[in-house]
């Protein structure tokens, strides 16, 4: 029998409990192997029942007395009570609607129950089947202290309890010598991590001897994991580096000069870290794939701008894909007024333009009229093509598609030789991802980070305010409307909902443009709104024709009206922190002081904090990991990157130290040909669907 060999064949599990089995995930002898405990009892000590306390979990084993059977309820619930003794006391044991227990428990027979007692007195405790964790009826001859130890909890079902699993895996652990384990990793790496041997780290991940063991084994297991995916990862971006032609840029001239003396303004320590990045890779003979992750504000649309430049300059096109017409209109806005003094055409492309114009736009595209060409989605449609493609860049990369960003590279190229240069690829985002996050789920791209602020950008004070506050705030927010400020109203519903007492953007635009802002313009923007409709309110408001914008999320994203200093979202606990974070991002852009107030009832205590942390944190980082650490890890591949599998032994909160480890160890590990080869077979059982190319290869 083999690790891939179907758990079917495995003793005492046939076709049923097999399809039983892969309902829980678990296909192949691996599978189980890999089928971690989500909790374990420690039932290393039996506790005398004369010194059980209530409440406290403990470890009893007692002979049954006698048995009791009831009905009780108005639908006749089958109550069964045990009665243990062990000598020194006695313990009321009972089940609900366990008919079928009444054949095991019988008195005479030895219970084995781990659990905590609702109430003792006088020697004698209750435990009902909600405080019971776990129950074994032992066998005649058997021995308590055979049921003694640190015992695994797997997932599991009522088809296939918790004994079924324990006996399962531990038959398998025994064949595992048999079976043959091989290390997957190094010698060397293993000596230097201090890391256990694979097989005594799977027989201690299942049936620890004890805390430290446990310990030990999901350390080993969790290096083990992250070590396989960094080494996966890693090997996607050389193969993609190794098989292909890059675009290769020369150093700077004399358009790339002009564009830095024209700017406005210098670049921050951090966006001039990025850029030197960015630049090493476009002058590399090898395809550029890079990640530049800044917070909101921090000015990557600069930095972009100049890697567009410098294709240009090298006798490239460029094009820059943002996720909504807004952005993409805001865009185009700015890179016309600051590059086409320096000769640059820049051309735009979206889904509002009328066929004609497309038609127009794709000949002039496909025959290099534009040197710079941003817009929306319709940049990926078939039947668009540029001359001679050097850069993609895509905006806001979270919200698209990774084919959509790859078809944008790829599928677009038009060229005269057979196989054109693979064009670089510059993906920005402005929502933070935690660290662990960025070197797991991005870790076959390099990743530029901006953490600073260009000067200029004021702080934004976030205050969290209930509903009976609303006239208050409001009288406040007219008062600065009418000093010349502007401010957004933001809603989580569009319309009025029967399932939702929630309301609507509509509602509070009716509501405010009737009431406490009468004279002022108030404008109303939402997503379900005509394209072009949604448009000319965005103008009124950049231009300040409107004063008061109420608005759903559609303005989550690239707005950038720098006279705009207020913000007001209405039940704000509807939304997630990082959402909350990229609309606060929307005021602060000029030199007024920039309030955001979050109107919340608060009902739950995981609102509350929430909203409390949105007040006390600014930085986007350190607000990604908040999130994080509320919601918890989650499927935490899922489809952002690779659709990469849930990890079974490590936690991406806590293990933020083996990860930096197992990194370090997969690069050396690619550094030798021999490893390299040696890893591809692990890869390939653990990892087949993902990493199918490279073991392939």
Not at 411 to 419: L, T
Not at 535 to 552: G, H, I, W
Not at 594 to 607: D, K, M, P
Request: glycine share 8%.
């Amino acid at each position: 029998m083999q690790l891939t060999d179907s758990v079917k064949y495995l003793k005492g599990v046939g076709p049923k409990r097999a399809e039983a089995l892969a309902r829980l995930g678990v296909r192949t002898v691996y599978d189980l192997l890999t089928y971690y405990p989500r909790t374990y009892e420690d039932q290393s000590v039996l506790t005398p029942i004369a010194a059980l306390q209530p409440g406290e979990q403990a470890t009893v084993s007692g002979i049954i007395m006698s048995l009791q059977e009831k009905q009780g309820g108005r639908r006749g619930l089958s109550i069964l009570t045990a009665l243990l003794g062990d000598g020194t006391g006695f313990l009321s044991v009972t089940w609900f609607n366990r008919k079928f227990l009444k054949q095991q428990l019988k008195p005479g027979r030895r219970l084995f129950v781990t659990g905590r007692p609702a109430y003792a007195y006088g020697g004698r405790g209750q435990m009902a089947m909600s405080q019971l964790q776990s129950f074994e009826v032992l066998e005649e001859g058997e021995e308590p202290g055979e049921h003694c130890g640190i015992f695994p909890v797997y997932p599991a079902t009522e088809k296939l309890p918790q004994k079924y699993f324990r006996k399962l895996v531990g038959e398998l652990l025994a064949a595992l010598p048999e079976l043959g384990l091989p290390e997957v990793i190094p010698a060397g790496i293993s000596k230097r991590y201090e890391l256990l041997p694979r097989l005594q780290a799977f027989r201690q991940i299942h049936f620890p001897t004890d805390a430290e063991g446990l310990k030990a084994a999901r350390r080993r297991l969790a290096f083990e994991e992250l070590y396989l995916i960094q080494c996966g990862l890693l090997l996607l971006k050389r193969q993609a580096r190794e098989q292909k032609r890059g675009v290769r840029h020369l150093s700077s001239g004399k358009l790339l000069r002009a564009l830095e003396q024209a700017l406005p303004f210098r670049l921050t320590h951090d966006q001039q870290r990025a850029w030197q990045d960015i630049r090493h890779d476009m002058e590399s003979p090898l395809p550029m794939r890079r990640l530049v992750q800044g917070d909101v504000g921090s000015g990557k649309t600069v930095i972009a701008m100049l890697a567009l430049v410098k294709t240009v300059e090298n006798g490239f096109q460029g094009v820059l894909m943002a996720p909504t017409e807004i952005l993409a209109s805001q865009h185009y806005d700015s890179f016309r007024k600051q590059l086409e003094p320096l000769g640059v055409r820049v051309g735009f492309l979206s889904g509002r333009l009328t066929k004609k114009q497309k038609e127009a736009m794709h000949e002039a595209m496909a025959a290099g009229e534009y040197d710079i060409v941003i817009g929306t989605h319709a940049l990926i449609q078939e039947d668009v093509q540029f001359r001679n493609l050097g850069l993609a860049v895509t905006d806001e990369q979270h919200r698209f598609g990774v084919l959509q960003r790859a078809q944008l590279a790829k599928q677009q190229v038009s060229a005269d030789e057979a196989a054109p240069p693979v064009p670089d690829v510059l993906v920005m985002t402005a929502t933070p991802i935690p660290r662990t996050m960025t070197l797991t789920v991005y870790g076959d791209l390099d990743v530029s980070l901006i953490r600073e602020l260009p000067p200029g950008r004021q702080p934004i004070r976030t205050f969290v305010r209930t509903p009976e506050r609303r006239t208050l705030i409001y009288n406040y927010v007219r008062t600065q409307l009418e000093e010349g400020r502007q401010a957004y109203v933001v809603c989580p519903l569009v319309e009025m909902s029967e399932e939702s007492e929630l309301p609507s953007a509509e509602e509070v635009y009716d509501e405010l443009r009737c009431g406490i802002f009468r004279g002022l313009s108030v404008g109303l923007v939402h997503g379900r709104m005509k394209g072009a409709e949604k448009e000319q309110v965005m103008q009124d408001f950049y231009e300040n024709r409107v004063q008061l914008l109420v608005s759903t999320t559609v303005i989550e994203v690239g707005v950038n009206v720098p006279n705009a200093s207020l913000m007001v979202v209405e039940h704000a606990e509807r939304f997630g922190l990082a959402q909350l974070h990229q609309l606060r991002g929307r005021i602060g852009r000029g030199p007024y002081k920039s309030y955001c107030i979050l109107v919340s009832e608060g009902r739950t205590e995981n609102a509350r904090k929430r909203l409390e942390i949105m007040a006390r944190v600014t930085d986007g980082f350190e607000l990604a990991e908040e999130d994080l650490r509320l919601r918890g890890p989650g499927q935490f591949f899922g489809s952002m990157q690779h659709g990469l599998p849930d990890l079974k032994a490590a936690n991406v909160l806590g293990d933020m130290d083996i990860l930096l480890q197992a990194r370090q160890a997969a690069q050396e590990t690619l550094a030798s040909k021999e490893d390299t080869a040696a890893v591809l077979p692990s890869l390939a059982l653990q990892y087949s669907e993902h990493f199918a190319k490279i073991t392939e290869a």
